[in-house]
Protein backbone atom coordinates (compact mmCIF):
# COMPACT_ATOMS: atom_id res chain seq x y z
CA UNK A 1 0.00 0.00 0.00
CA UNK A 2 1.21 3.66 -0.48
CA UNK A 3 0.13 6.32 1.52
CA UNK A 4 -0.71 9.63 -0.32
CA UNK A 5 -0.53 13.52 1.20
CA UNK A 6 -1.02 16.59 -0.29
CA UNK A 7 0.15 20.42 1.04
CA UNK A 8 0.76 23.52 0.22
CA UNK A 9 3.94 25.63 0.73
CA UNK A 10 4.75 29.69 0.11
CA UNK A 11 7.66 30.14 -1.69
CA UNK A 12 10.22 33.53 -0.76
CA UNK A 13 7.82 35.87 -3.22
CA UNK A 14 5.09 34.81 -1.10
CA UNK A 15 2.95 32.12 -3.94
CA UNK A 16 1.45 28.84 -2.45
CA UNK A 17 2.59 26.15 -4.15
CA UNK A 18 1.36 22.41 -4.19
CA UNK A 19 2.93 19.82 -2.84
CA UNK A 20 2.75 15.83 -2.08
CA UNK A 21 4.27 12.71 -1.49
CA UNK A 22 4.32 9.20 -2.08
CA UNK A 23 5.40 6.41 0.69
CA UNK A 24 5.51 2.87 1.51
CA UNK A 25 2.53 2.53 3.85
CA UNK A 26 4.41 -0.34 6.32
CA UNK A 27 8.09 -0.01 5.36
CA UNK A 28 11.34 2.27 6.34
CA UNK A 29 11.91 3.99 2.68
CA UNK A 30 14.56 2.82 0.91
CA UNK A 31 15.76 6.61 0.12
CA UNK A 32 14.17 9.74 -0.70
CA UNK A 33 13.01 10.30 -4.76
CA UNK A 34 12.18 13.97 -5.68
CA UNK A 35 10.35 14.46 -8.68
CA UNK A 36 10.68 17.27 -11.04
CA UNK A 37 7.82 17.24 -13.50
CA UNK A 38 7.65 18.94 -17.58
CA UNK A 39 7.17 22.35 -18.70
CA UNK A 40 2.80 22.40 -18.40
CA UNK A 41 2.57 19.07 -16.88
CA UNK A 42 1.83 18.72 -12.78
CA UNK A 43 2.52 16.16 -10.13
CA UNK A 44 -0.64 14.47 -8.61
CA UNK A 45 -2.22 13.38 -11.83
CA UNK A 46 0.28 13.09 -14.73
CA UNK A 47 3.25 12.24 -12.63
CA UNK A 48 0.61 9.83 -9.92
CA UNK A 49 1.17 6.72 -12.05
CA UNK A 50 4.84 7.00 -11.69
CA UNK A 51 5.43 8.17 -8.20
CA UNK A 52 3.32 4.85 -6.86
CA UNK A 53 5.06 2.72 -8.74
CA UNK A 54 8.38 4.18 -7.70
CA UNK A 55 6.69 4.08 -3.79
CA UNK A 56 5.61 0.56 -3.72
CA UNK A 57 9.59 -0.49 -5.05
CA UNK A 58 10.04 1.01 -1.51
CA UNK A 59 11.05 4.64 -2.10
CA UNK A 60 9.60 8.00 -0.31
CA UNK A 61 8.96 10.34 -3.59
CA UNK A 62 8.22 13.64 -3.36
CA UNK A 63 6.63 15.96 -5.76
CA UNK A 64 6.03 19.83 -5.92
CA UNK A 65 3.99 22.08 -8.90
CA UNK A 66 5.91 25.27 -10.00
CA UNK A 67 5.18 28.42 -10.13
CA UNK A 68 2.66 29.06 -12.65
CA UNK A 69 2.01 25.16 -13.17
CA UNK A 70 -0.61 22.88 -12.21
CA UNK A 71 -2.21 23.86 -8.93
CA UNK A 72 -0.01 26.02 -7.99
CA UNK A 73 -0.09 30.08 -8.00
CA UNK A 74 1.02 31.96 -10.94
CA UNK A 75 0.39 33.02 -14.32
CA UNK A 76 -0.72 29.54 -15.93
CA UNK A 77 2.47 28.11 -18.41
CA UNK A 78 4.42 31.56 -17.10
CA UNK A 79 8.25 31.32 -15.95
CA UNK A 80 9.55 34.51 -15.60
CA UNK A 81 12.85 33.47 -14.57
CA UNK A 82 13.68 29.63 -14.09
CA UNK A 83 15.94 30.25 -11.70
CA UNK A 84 12.88 30.92 -9.48
CA UNK A 85 11.42 27.61 -10.23
CA UNK A 86 15.41 26.12 -9.17
CA UNK A 87 15.44 27.98 -5.82
CA UNK A 88 11.67 26.94 -4.97
CA UNK A 89 12.38 23.33 -5.29
CA UNK A 90 15.51 23.38 -3.98
CA UNK A 91 14.36 25.14 -0.36
CA UNK A 92 11.43 22.33 -0.87
CA UNK A 93 13.15 19.49 -1.11
CA UNK A 94 16.20 21.02 1.11
CA UNK A 95 13.70 20.89 3.70
CA UNK A 96 12.34 17.67 3.78
CA UNK A 97 15.96 16.35 3.35
CA UNK A 98 16.64 18.21 6.96
CA UNK A 99 13.51 16.34 8.47
CA UNK A 100 14.71 14.09 11.80
CA UNK A 101 13.23 11.29 10.41
CA UNK A 102 15.10 11.70 6.60
CA UNK A 103 18.93 11.62 8.56
CA UNK A 104 21.17 9.74 7.02
CA UNK A 105 18.78 8.19 4.05
CA UNK A 106 19.78 8.88 0.27
CA UNK A 107 18.47 11.86 -1.97
CA UNK A 108 17.55 11.22 -5.27
CA UNK A 109 16.07 13.26 -8.50
CA UNK A 110 13.91 12.24 -11.18
CA UNK A 111 12.96 14.55 -13.58
CA UNK A 112 11.51 14.53 -17.12
CA UNK A 113 12.11 16.96 -20.15
CA UNK A 114 12.27 20.33 -18.35
CA UNK A 115 12.22 18.41 -14.81
CA UNK A 116 15.46 16.99 -16.12
CA UNK A 117 17.15 20.27 -17.08
CA UNK A 118 16.19 21.79 -13.62
CA UNK A 119 18.04 18.72 -11.91
CA UNK A 120 20.79 19.14 -13.73
CA UNK A 121 20.50 23.20 -11.97
CA UNK A 122 19.74 21.74 -8.56
CA UNK A 123 22.90 19.56 -8.93
CA UNK A 124 24.86 22.30 -9.93
CA UNK A 125 23.36 24.80 -6.76
CA UNK A 126 24.39 22.09 -4.37
CA UNK A 127 27.01 19.56 -5.74
CA UNK A 128 27.36 17.53 -2.80
CA UNK A 129 23.96 17.68 -1.61
CA UNK A 130 22.52 15.26 -3.66
CA UNK A 131 23.42 11.35 -4.35
CA UNK A 132 21.81 10.92 -7.75
CA UNK A 133 19.98 11.74 -10.80
CA UNK A 134 17.46 10.00 -12.95
CA UNK A 135 17.17 12.21 -16.33
CA UNK A 136 14.43 11.30 -18.42
CA UNK A 137 14.50 13.12 -21.48
CA UNK A 138 16.21 15.78 -20.24
CA UNK A 139 15.76 19.13 -21.93
CA UNK A 140 19.49 19.55 -22.30
CA UNK A 141 18.89 20.64 -25.83
CA UNK A 142 15.42 21.18 -27.81
CA UNK A 143 14.53 19.03 -30.60
CA UNK A 144 15.48 21.02 -34.00
CA UNK A 145 11.73 19.50 -34.84
CA UNK A 146 10.35 21.87 -32.31
CA UNK A 147 12.37 24.96 -32.75
CA UNK A 148 11.07 27.60 -34.61
CA UNK A 149 13.45 29.12 -37.28
CA UNK A 150 16.27 31.16 -36.18
CA UNK A 151 15.03 34.46 -37.38
CA UNK A 152 12.04 33.91 -35.72
CA UNK A 153 13.76 33.30 -32.66
CA UNK A 154 15.53 36.44 -32.51
CA UNK A 155 12.49 38.53 -33.05
CA UNK A 156 10.17 36.76 -30.90
CA UNK A 157 13.49 37.32 -28.14
CA UNK A 158 12.84 40.77 -29.15
CA UNK A 159 9.45 40.83 -28.23
CA UNK A 160 10.14 39.44 -24.95
CA UNK A 161 11.02 42.30 -23.28
CA UNK A 162 7.44 43.96 -24.16
CA UNK A 163 5.16 41.33 -24.05
CA UNK A 164 6.66 38.39 -22.26
CA UNK A 165 3.56 36.65 -21.37
CA UNK A 166 1.84 36.58 -24.61
CA UNK A 167 1.44 33.22 -26.07
CA UNK A 168 2.58 33.31 -29.62
CA UNK A 169 5.35 31.17 -30.47
CA UNK A 170 4.58 28.90 -33.05
CA UNK A 171 4.73 24.97 -32.89
CA UNK A 172 3.80 22.17 -33.19
CA UNK A 173 1.24 20.77 -30.56
CA UNK A 174 3.99 18.84 -28.12
CA UNK A 175 1.31 16.22 -26.94
CA UNK A 176 0.77 15.13 -30.03
CA UNK A 177 4.53 14.68 -30.94
CA UNK A 178 5.46 13.56 -27.29
CA UNK A 179 2.99 11.01 -25.76
CA UNK A 180 2.61 7.64 -28.02
CA UNK A 181 -0.22 5.91 -26.29
CA UNK A 182 -3.55 7.75 -27.82
CA UNK A 183 -5.60 7.19 -24.51
CA UNK A 184 -2.78 9.12 -22.58
CA UNK A 185 -2.70 12.23 -24.87
CA UNK A 186 -6.49 12.30 -24.48
CA UNK A 187 -5.70 12.17 -21.04
CA UNK A 188 -3.03 15.01 -20.96
CA UNK A 189 -5.70 17.18 -22.80
CA UNK A 190 -8.34 16.54 -20.08
CA UNK A 191 -5.73 17.22 -17.29
CA UNK A 192 -7.60 21.15 -16.22
CA UNK A 193 -4.13 21.36 -14.68
CA UNK A 194 -1.88 20.66 -17.26
CA UNK A 195 -1.14 23.89 -19.74
CA UNK A 196 -2.17 23.60 -23.30
CA UNK A 197 -2.10 27.30 -25.24
CA UNK A 198 0.78 27.73 -27.23
CA UNK A 199 4.07 28.52 -25.05
CA UNK A 200 4.65 32.06 -23.93
CA UNK A 201 7.17 34.37 -25.06
CA UNK A 202 9.23 34.61 -22.10
CA UNK A 203 8.37 31.11 -21.37
CA UNK A 204 9.76 30.06 -24.31
CA UNK A 205 12.48 32.18 -24.19
CA UNK A 206 13.61 30.91 -20.64
CA UNK A 207 13.56 27.61 -21.88
CA UNK A 208 16.30 28.40 -24.81
CA UNK A 209 18.41 30.14 -22.51
CA UNK A 210 18.61 27.02 -20.12
CA UNK A 211 19.12 24.93 -22.71
CA UNK A 212 21.69 26.58 -24.24
CA UNK A 213 23.64 27.05 -20.90
CA UNK A 214 23.37 23.10 -20.30
CA UNK A 215 24.76 22.06 -23.16
CA UNK A 216 27.40 24.38 -22.95
CA UNK A 217 28.42 22.98 -19.74
CA UNK A 218 27.60 19.27 -19.92
CA UNK A 219 31.04 18.66 -18.72
CA UNK A 220 30.26 20.09 -15.49
CA UNK A 221 27.76 18.02 -14.52
CA UNK A 222 29.19 15.87 -11.27
CA UNK A 223 26.56 14.08 -10.14
CA UNK A 224 25.99 10.18 -10.41
CA UNK A 225 23.65 9.65 -13.01
CA UNK A 226 21.47 7.70 -15.47
CA UNK A 227 20.02 9.38 -18.78
CA UNK A 228 16.95 7.38 -20.48
CA UNK A 229 16.24 8.80 -23.50
CA UNK A 230 13.72 7.58 -26.34
CA UNK A 231 15.40 6.62 -30.09
CA UNK A 232 11.92 8.20 -31.59
CA UNK A 233 11.96 11.60 -29.22
CA UNK A 234 10.98 14.47 -31.13
CA UNK A 235 11.15 17.09 -27.94
CA UNK A 236 14.11 16.92 -26.63
CA UNK A 237 17.64 16.25 -28.12
CA UNK A 238 18.72 12.51 -27.54
CA UNK A 239 21.97 13.13 -29.38
CA UNK A 240 22.72 15.71 -26.47
CA UNK A 241 21.43 12.70 -24.03
CA UNK A 242 24.32 10.78 -25.57
CA UNK A 243 27.11 13.61 -25.40
CA UNK A 244 25.72 14.41 -21.48
CA UNK A 245 27.03 10.88 -21.24
CA UNK A 246 29.94 11.14 -22.62
CA UNK A 247 31.29 14.11 -21.84
CA UNK A 248 29.98 14.75 -17.85
CA UNK A 249 32.62 14.58 -15.30
CA UNK A 250 30.65 11.83 -13.42
CA UNK A 251 32.82 8.77 -12.25
CA UNK A 252 29.17 6.78 -11.75
CA UNK A 253 26.92 7.58 -15.11
CA UNK A 254 24.90 5.36 -17.43
CA UNK A 255 23.23 5.73 -20.84
CA UNK A 256 20.00 4.00 -22.34
CA UNK A 257 18.40 4.61 -25.37
CA UNK A 258 15.47 2.99 -25.99
CA UNK A 259 14.67 2.08 -29.77
CA UNK A 260 10.62 3.36 -31.11
CA UNK A 261 9.84 4.60 -27.82
CA UNK A 262 8.97 8.58 -27.94
CA UNK A 263 9.05 11.42 -25.50
CA UNK A 264 6.77 11.19 -22.47
CA UNK A 265 9.15 7.51 -21.37
CA UNK A 266 7.56 7.67 -17.69
CA UNK A 267 3.58 7.66 -18.28
CA UNK A 268 3.39 8.33 -22.19
CA UNK A 269 4.37 4.45 -23.69
CA UNK A 270 3.13 1.00 -23.91
CA UNK A 271 2.65 -0.84 -21.27
CA UNK A 272 5.65 -3.35 -22.38
CA UNK A 273 7.69 -0.28 -23.15
CA UNK A 274 6.82 1.35 -19.35
CA UNK A 275 7.92 -1.76 -17.61
CA UNK A 276 11.32 -1.49 -19.12
CA UNK A 277 11.80 1.68 -18.54
CA UNK A 278 10.90 1.34 -14.84
CA UNK A 279 12.86 -1.58 -14.36
CA UNK A 280 15.74 0.47 -15.53
CA UNK A 281 15.07 3.26 -13.51
CA UNK A 282 14.25 1.02 -9.96
CA UNK A 283 17.27 -1.29 -10.60
CA UNK A 284 19.48 1.98 -10.62
CA UNK A 285 18.33 3.62 -7.98
CA UNK A 286 18.10 0.52 -5.68
CA UNK A 287 21.99 -0.81 -6.84
CA UNK A 288 22.91 2.70 -5.26
CA UNK A 289 20.67 3.05 -2.18
CA UNK A 290 20.55 -0.24 -0.80
CA UNK A 291 24.92 -0.49 -1.04
CA UNK A 292 24.85 2.44 0.95
CA UNK A 293 21.39 3.59 2.81
CA UNK A 294 22.13 4.34 6.29
CA UNK A 295 25.85 3.48 5.77
CA UNK A 296 28.94 5.14 7.28
CA UNK A 297 29.37 6.64 3.90
CA UNK A 298 26.27 8.15 3.48
CA UNK A 299 26.42 9.78 7.27
CA UNK A 300 29.62 11.24 6.08
CA UNK A 301 28.67 12.33 3.26
CA UNK A 302 25.84 14.28 4.58
CA UNK A 303 27.41 15.58 7.74
CA UNK A 304 28.43 19.47 6.65
CA UNK A 305 24.96 19.64 5.97
CA UNK A 306 23.85 21.00 9.27
CA UNK A 307 21.30 18.37 9.14
CA UNK A 308 23.17 15.41 10.76
CA UNK A 309 23.78 15.77 15.08
CA UNK A 310 27.91 15.56 15.34
CA UNK A 311 30.17 16.87 17.76
Same mark, same amino acid.
Not at 37 to 51: D, F, L, Q, V, W
Not at 257 to 270: D, S, V
Not at 304 to 311: I, N
Given at each position: MVLYEEDFVLNSRGMKLFTCVWKPEKEEPKALLFLC?????? $?????????TRLAKAGFAVYGMDYEGHGKSEGLNGYISDFDHLVDDVSNHYSTICEKEENKGKMRFLLGESMGGALVLLLARKKPDFWDGAVLVAPMCKLADEIKPHPVVISILIKLAKFIPTWKIVPGNDII +?? =?VKEPHIRKQVRENKYCYKGRP???????????????? #????????PFIVLHGEDDKVTDKSVSKLLYEVASSS? #??? #??? !????? =??????? !??? $?EIVFGDIINWLEDRAINSNGGLETQLKHK? +?????? #?
Open positions: HGYAME $SSITMNSSA +DI =ARLNTAYQLLLVSLDLE #KNLHQVSID #KTF #KLY !PNMWH =ALLYGET !PEN $SH +DGFLTH #K
